[in-house]
């Protein structure tokens, strides 16, 4: 049995996260409702994988590191919260119905590409070097198990999760 990478794991994330993204705009124009579905499995699982960054791979790389109040994890941290921002300008379109939301898509694809790129060339390698088979299987394992509660929030309305070790 081959060991599971972060790399694999969490940029295989990013490519389902990006292809509901492009549904959503493929289909806002002509079946807004399988659109909105697309988006809300996007969102969902934008919100579930940065919450999961933050509160297990994050803390996982910082251990690794040393590197805890600067360096990587910090820039992410910020590059999240106007992700975050970019997020809700979508969703705000989309719960409206308003189906010209062009402009906001494009701030939020121009967040997520800088950002994803980062984490796919410095935080998850370097995880994977750092740390055990044991302790990416657990930190893999973790995120699976993160509460739908979590993530599954409209509005920017999430509640702090602790992620137990």
């Given amino acids: 049995m081959s060991e599971t990478t972060v790399q694999t794991s969490l940029a295989h994330d990013h490519d389902r996260l990006d292809q509901l993204l492009e549904t959503y705009r493929q289909l806002k124009r002509?079946?807004?409702a399988?659109?909105?579905q697309a988006f809300r499995e996007f969102k969902f699982g934008l919100q579930r994988?940065?919450?999961s960054e933050e509160a297990i791979f994050?803390?996982?790389f910082e251990d690794k590191t040393g590197m805890r109040d600067h360096g990587p994890t910090a820039v992410m941290r910020a590059e999240h919260r106007e992700i975050g921002r970019c997020l809700e300008a979508l969703h705000d379109k989309v719960r409206r119905q308003d189906v010209n939301s062009e402009r906001e898509e494009e701030e939020l694809l121009q967040a997520l590409s800088v950002h994803n790129q980062k984490e796919e060339n410095v935080l998850y390698p370097t995880i994977d070097q750092l740390a055990s088979a044991e302790e990416k299987a657990?930190?893999?394992?973790k995120m699976e198990e993160l509460p739908e509660e979590a993530y599954r929030t409209c509005c920017g309305h999430a509640g702090h999760v602790h992620i137990g070790s």
Avoid: N, T
Avoid at 138 to 141: D, I, T
């Fill in 30 to 32: 002509v079946d807004f």
């Fill in 34 to 36: 399988r659109a909105k």
């Fill in 49 to 51: 994988h940065i919450i």
């Fill in 58 to 60: 994050f803390p996982l």
């Fill in 138 to 141: 657990a930190a893999l394992r």
